[in-house]
Every structure is written in C-alpha cells, then in structure tokens.
T-cell receptor
Framework: ETGVTQSPTHLIKTRGQQVTLRCSSQ?????VSWYQQALGQGPQFIFQ???????GRGNFPPRFSGLQFPNYSSELNVNALELDDSALYLC?????????????FGPGTRLTVT | AQSVTQPDIHITVSEGASLELRCNYS??????LFWYVQSPGQGLQLLLK??????LVQGIKGFEAEFKRSQSSFNLRKPSVHWSDAAEYFC?????????????FGGGTRVLVKP
C-alpha cells in the first residue's frame, strides 16, 4: 500500500509568482485535504476535495485554488505569491469526507517565497 | 470562540521519565479528539483518537490520552520517554456537528529529550 506522496519536496519562488503543488492520495482514498503550516504553528485547513468537488474551505483567499483528478490525486495552486505564503504545505487523504474517516498525511512541500 | 489550546510550547524531559502534554478545547459539544506527532522534516502521524466511550485511549508508540469532559481536556501521556520521542505534538479536533472530517489543530508542543 503506497502512502500519501507530495511533490516537490522544496520550492523557492519569488513574490508575485504562481506555484502548483501536487499530492497523490493513498490507494483507495477519495478525499484529499490541504493544510498550511507556518513556521512554529499548527496546520491550518485550506480546503478539501471529495470525488473531484470542493468540499469545504478554510479562511484562505481565492488565490488559493485546487483540483482533484479522477484518480483522486490533487493539486494546490497559489497565485500572486506573498511572503506570508512561505510555509509547509501538507496534503492528507482519507477514505471519505465524513468524521470517522482518519486522515493520512504526506511529508509536505516546503515553500519559500522571497 | 471555538479553539484548541496547547498551553506548553516547549517541554524538556529526561529519557526514561514520564511525559504529559496538555490540550484544552473550547467547543459547545465535545468534538472528536486527536493527537498527532510530527518528526523533523516529516508529515503528521496519528497517535490516537477519541470519538466516544472509554475515556482512556491507547495509541501507538506507547502513548495514551485521557478525555476529561469536566475540564474540556484531552491530555497525552507516556510513562517512559525514549530519545526517539523528541518531536512536535499536535492536538486536533473535528467538531461533532461539522460536515466532514476537517481538522482544527492546536499550536503544538515541542518535546526535547535529554539523555
């Protein structure tokens, strides 16, 4: 069974640029959630995708957007990067979007905006 | 306001000593409760979870947590710490009435283990 994978591991971008982060969910999982973890803080929920549809969004501006593909892998896109977007971006997958379903996290993508 | 609080930012403990990490939540109804561990440069691993029933929950790596409704707390414990337990620990919740399993995390407690 393959776990949750994310790419790239690290990324350096300039303010104003756009970035795409990728996540492959664990086998059999149809739900992907994205979290932003700033340095020294707990992760914050960005949004969730369930069967290719957005299924809830946290307090993040529209320049944070996402996609989920038929194989349930997912992308997080961030436009017009700001310095405060520097963070570890975590992807988590689960068997479903309901409460009992445990989320399995990937190792994250470290984004640095200069 | 709904929140999850981990009062201790850092804890230093000697190897072999016991460890207790505090977590308090502020929600109208008891949420689903979780503890995650994050080792340096890695993602989050679930240690244990509480949905209902027995208030003492056993998890992986020798950890346990006790739910106390009267104190709105879900503290994590380990009787004897190993050097490999040095990591950051996060308490997280999913409100019972929430639509879905989106996690809200506390700020984390970093655990340092002295030899």
């Amino acid at each position: 069974e393959t776990g949750v994978t994310q790419s790239p591991t690290h990324l350096i971008k300039t303010r104003g640029q756009q970035v795409t982060l990728r996540c492959s969910s664990q086998s059999g999982h149809n739900t992907v959630s994205w979290y932003q973890q700033a340095l020294g803080q707990g992760p914050q929920f960005i949004f969730q995708y369930y069967r290719e549809e957005e299924n809830g969004r946290g307090n993040f501006p529209p320049r944070f957007s996402g996609l989920q593909f038929p194989n349930y892998s997912s992308e997080l896109n961030v436009n017009a990067l700001e310095l405060d977007d520097s963070a570890l971006y975590l992807c988590a997958s689960s068997l479903g979007a309901a409460s009992p379903y445990e989320q399995y996290f990937g190792p994250g993508t470290r984004l640095t905006v200069t | 306001a709904q929140s999850v609080t981990q009062p201790d930012i850092h804890i230093t403990v000697s190897e072999g000593a016991s460890l207790e990490l505090r977590c308090n939540y502020s929600y109208g109804a008891t949420p689903y409760l979780f503890w995650y561990v994050q080792s340096p440069g890695q993602g989050l691993q679930l240690l244990l979870k509480y949905f209902s029933g027995d208030t003492l929950v056993q998890g992986i790596k020798g950890f346990e947590a006790e739910f106390k409704r009267s104190q709105s707390s879900f503290n994590l414990r380990k009787p004897s710490v190993h050097w490999s337990d040095a990591a950051e620990y996060f308490c997280a919740v999913v409100p019972i009435k929430a639509a879905g399993n989106k996690l809200t995390f506390g700020g984390g407690t970093r655990v340092l283990v002295k030899p």
